[in-house]
């Protein structure tokens, strides 16, 4: 998709707030810091419009992204960062829970892992959790730049072998520096949300 209009239209805390023109909805999920920011901002053309952050956690809110009136990016808080309060994990957690279960314009989750080191158990939770809810999942591992070229297919195994999956068919190496894996990342989203092969 050629990409020349988006705007954050809100940051939602619960249904209520949700957008009401039931555009399709592709939401991205990860650690704190993994890549969430880059990996929008590269998909969008836009340096830096979704707000990258040296500071973990700092996405609180389901923040949707509407991409030329047609679809919504949905940026969910980061998990794994260890000073958010136990009573705000929580919180986030039943928010993006909720979101997840129960949003009828979810089309698919794109998952963020890095790509230098393998999955954190909260990764595996994570992407559990989705498979159980049958909600279609696509893999990104980010910073792929940071590893060298020829360690490429044994990163992607490490992430296949950590999460359980059953081939690498959904697995996507990325960097936000080079653009690597923005034409694949965009064909799954144009699947998903439009039924495009």
């Not at 969008?44 to 990016?73: H, M, W």
């Not at 994570?126 to 159980?132: C, K, S, T």
């Not at 297919?153 to 950590?162: D, E, F, G, L, R």
């Amino acid at each position: 998709m050629e990409v020349n209009h988006v705007e954050l239209v809100m940051s939602a805390v619960q249904p209520s707030q949700y957008p009401t023109t039931g555009y399709p909805e592709i939401a991205l999920v990860g650690r704190s810091n993994v890549g969430k920011s880059s990996l929008t901002n590269v998909l969008i053309n836009r340096r830096s419009y979704a707000r990258t952050s040296s500071q973990p956690g700092k996405t609180q809110t389901l923040n949707f992204y509407n991409v030329e009136d047609q679809l919504y990016f949905v940026d969910v808080p980061g998990y794994g960062y260890a000073k958010v309060s136990k009573a705000d994990r929580e919180k986030w957690g039943q928010m993006i829970e909720t979101y997840l279960t129960q949003r009828e314009q979810l089309r698919g989750v794109i998952s963020l892992i890095d790509a230098r080191h393998a999955p954190t158990a909260l990764d595996v939770q994570m992407y559990q959790w989705l498979a159980y809810y049958d909600l279609p999942i696509l893999i990104v591992a980010t910073k792929s730049d940071k590893i060298a070229r020829g360690k490429w297919n044994q990163a992607i195994s490490q992430i296949k072998k950590t999460l359980g999956l059953p081939n690498a068919d959904n697995i996507v190496l990325f960097s936000a520096p080079q653009k690597m894996g923005k034409d694949a990342v965009w064909q799954w989203i144009e699947e998903r949300a439009f039924g495009e092969e």
